[in-house]
Every structure is written in C-alpha cells, then in structure tokens.
C-alpha cells in the first residue's frame, strides 16, 4: 500500500499564512508603523494633541542608535507616510540620516493625532475639570469623551480605519513605512483587531516605536506591537 504525504490543499493555503520564521514573506501589503520621537520638554507639560510641537532635540542625539536600528530594520523597498505635523517628518529624516538613506515622503493627512479641540495646549492639571466622563487609565480622556471643537477616539478609529483600507488597496502588495502618533496607531489596532477603542488605548506605543500590521485577503495581521529598536 502506498501512503502519501501531501497534505490536502486547503492545509497548504492556510500554511502559507503561519510566522514561523523572522523572516516575514514579500508581496504582502505591510503597514510599519512608527510613533514619532519625544517632544520637547516644555510641550509635553500640556495637552499637544494635533499641535505642531518641535521634538526634543537631545532625545534627538541621545537616542541615535535607536534610530540607527529603525534604519537597519526597516524594508529597504517601501513608501514612506508622514502626518501633517513636523515631528513626524523630522523623525522620518532622522532615521534616514541614521544610515536608511534618503527617500521621498508622502503626506497622509488622516494620519494625524487626535485633535483635542479647546483642549489643545491646556496643562494636564486642569483637564479633570472639564471631562464629562472618567479619564482612560492609560489616556489623557475615555475613547467616548469629545472635546469642544475636536474628535473623540471613535472619531480618530473611524478615519484612520477608512484610511488603512484604502492605502492598502492603493500600495496592495507593497510596504508601507508610516511615521504617525500614538493614538492614530491605537487606532490602526483597533481597526485591525475589530475591538473598541476602549480596548485599543490599553496598548503602550511609545517614542519611537514600532507596530506592523499587514492586510491579507483573510484580513488584518498584527504581527508586533510597541517593539522597541536596540532593546
């Protein structure tokens, strides 16, 4: 009797889909997701939100080799997205300068941060005052909470989810490298995840950062989250 080992088609095609190596397959449409370097010291004493604040500039020389290793880790093929505010651009240029090279950059708008309205530049001690809801344990208000003028987190998951659909139909099969925020990142996740944003702001993403999603014919895959360049 002869025994076969091919395993039935459907097996091979779901196969195909598993990370079990470090090396993650080309063709895909592949989202790299870096949240921009620490801002400057006096900004950070208040609510910045969708302000256009300057980064910190000795973050900017102590932090080189993580900017150096974003560079080594990054493809080396890829369309590179900032948000409308500087901080994005210029941690783009910084890594580039740290050894990816030099490389045009796409403005996409909807990438911006949350904007918070009335709220913008207010210090963070006075904001109880004016929440109508309790704060978020880990943001600065409840993923419901609208500020006067601005967006809530529902707001920002509804724009960013729209956006990650169309550019990965737009760059289909390519890869992404997009310089964004922390909450326009949380809300990749909860767009990708299909979870509230409640949920999604439970995720740290810090300076510098970075989360890859990628968008397969099955859906969204989040393949890391917060990973920390150097560490």
């Not at 890594?95 to 909807?110: K, S, T």
């Not at 941060?113 to 004016?130: A, I, R, S, V």
Request: proline share 8%; with cysteine.
């Amino acid at each position: 009797m002869t025994v076969s080992l091919t395993r039935p088609a459907a097996q091979q095609i779901n196969q195909g889909n598993f990370l079990d190596t470090p090396q993650l397959a080309p063709g895909i449409t592949r989202f790299w997701l870096i949240r921009h370097a620490l801002v400057e010291q006096n900004a950070r004493l208040r609510l910045y939100g969708a302000l256009d604040v300057p980064l910190c500039p000795d973050s900017l020389i102590a932090q080189r080799p993580m900017y150096e290793a974003l560079a080594a880790r990054l493809p080396r093929e890829a369309c590179w997205l900032v948000s409308p505010l500087s901080r994005t651009r210029r941690t783009a240029e910084a890594i580039q300068e740290a050894g990816y090279g030099p490389v045009p950059m796409d403005v996409e708008p909807a990438l911006i941060e949350q904007n918070l309205g009335e709220w913008h530049n207010m210090p963070h001690q006075e904001l109880p005052q004016h929440l109508r809801l309790a704060p978020h344990p880990f943001w600065s208000i409840s993923a419901t909470e609208c500020p006067p003028g601005g967006e809530s987190m529902l707001d920002v998951c509804g724009r960013v989810g729209v956006t990650l659909d169309r550019l990965a139909e737009a760059y289909e099969g390519q890869n992404i490298v997009a310089v964004s925020h922390g909450g326009a990142i949380r809300a990749a996740l909860a767009h990708a995840l299909r979870v509230h944003p409640e949920t999604a702001l439970h995720f740290s993403i810090q300076n510098l950062s970075l989360t890859i999603l990628e968008r397969l014919d099955e859906g969204w895959r989040v393949v890391t989250v917060n990973e920390l360049p150097g560490i």
